[in-house]
């Protein structure tokens, strides 16, 4: 385990990489007696710092949701990270590449709670409830450290978020079954990735409610109005300056961005 000194350096230097744009070394190379508890307090400890300079958590996010990235990560389960408020688009947005280190984007779906939603115990069913909407979006990751990276430098690098992009058509969580919304995703117009919301764990619910059930454990919940990530169903892209993206995700819309 890490002291508490130690994990307000590991926060520090994260947030030295987004500040200046170059990434650092490891923090499990730096501190090899790095645990997950570890790095998840060192993820607080960065978001506190951005809250303090005037950023608001507006959401979550939540990460590995696949076997085969649990797998590559020697992990069991999901990981998650926080959504804050200066990293929210819109469809159609140019975004200025250069904000970002070594981006990649992702296509998932969005979960808008409409109402306080708290563990243990919770299901599919007690997330679908308290949904209020689902919406299409992109996630960008970016890495602040080097590489390779240890599952320690993930979750302490805010399980690698970077931005959100949501767009496409605002639908009612029980209106379709959100198991099956498929999407493909194009850079420069090519087709580059595609997949279906059910490879999030069977159900891109299944992931929230791990979240909320880890939430509790440290006295914290999903609260109204927040928007919550579930997961990649798609392999992730590289972006650069230049590029366009688009994510169709067929009769729930599509989402369109560029990168300056």
Known sequence: MMTEEERRLGAESILKAEREGKPVVQLSRTFPHMEIEDAYRVQDLWAEARIAN????????????????????????????????????????????ARFIKPRLEVELAFVMGEDLEGPGVRIYDVMRATEFVVPALEIIDYRTEVPRAIVDTIADNAAFAAIVVGGRVIRPMDIDIRWVGATLSKNGIIEESGVSAAIMGHPAAGIAWLVNKLSAVGA????????????????????????????????????????
């Open 221 to 260: 919940k999903l609260q109204k109005g927040q928007i919550v990530l579930a997961g990649s169903f798609t392999r992730p892209v590289d972006i650069a300056a230049g590029d366009v993206i688009t994510a169709d995700y067929g009769p729930v819309g599509a989402i369109s961005v560029s990168f300056t």
């Open 54 to 97: 005037g950023a608001r958590v507006a959401g979550h996010k939540i990460g590995l949701t696949s076997r085969a990235m649990q797998m590559a990560s020697k992990m069991t389960e999901p990981d998650y990270g926080r959504i804050l408020d200066d990293a929210l688009f819109n469809d159609g947005a140019q975004i200025p590449a």
